[in-house]
């Protein structure tokens, strides 16, 4: 995966949804997984990724991250819906390895 990313995850009964925006989505997901870094995400267990969009530029990526963090909750639910209606974590199953 190539790029830089805009993800959403959820904590297990999808009641917090975090917004983020990367680089190198396999090792942040990993990160958020791992526990990594300590911050909102991992302060209310938010590592099941349920929605990601990718861009070819980084600042495209971190304009459209502002914008659905602009939005309220039901925005989010409607965008992850629209491709993940059942909000099954899209990185199960991936293997992280890193050099």
């Given at each position: 995966m190539n790029g830089s990313y805009v993800y959403l995850l959820a904590n297990k009964n999808?009641?917090?949804?975090?917004?983020?925006?990367?680089?190198?989505?396999?090792?942040?997901?990993?990160e958020h997984k791992t526990g990594v870094f300590q911050g909102f995400a991992s302060r209310y267990n938010c590592n099941k990724l349920i929605y990601y969009e990718e861009f070819s530029d980084i600042q495209k990526a971190i304009e459209?991250?502002?914008?659905?963090?602009?939005?309220?909750?039901?925005?989010?639910e409607q965008l992850v819906n629209s491709e993940n209606p059942n909000w099954k974590d899209l990185a199960e199953g991936w293997l992280f390895y890193f050099d």
């Amino acid at each position: 995966m190539n790029g830089s990313y805009v993800y959403l995850l959820a904590n297990k009964n999808n009641t917090v949804i975090y917004v983020g925006v990367t680089s190198n989505l396999v090792k942040r997901i990993y990160e958020h997984k791992t526990g990594v870094f300590q911050g909102f995400a991992s302060r209310y267990n938010c590592n099941k990724l349920i929605y990601y969009e990718e861009f070819s530029d980084i600042q495209k990526a971190i304009e459209r991250e502002k914008q659905i963090k602009a939005g309220n909750r039901r925005r989010k639910e409607q965008l992850v819906n629209s491709e993940n209606p059942n909000w099954k974590d899209l990185a199960e199953g991936w293997l992280f390895y890193f050099d």
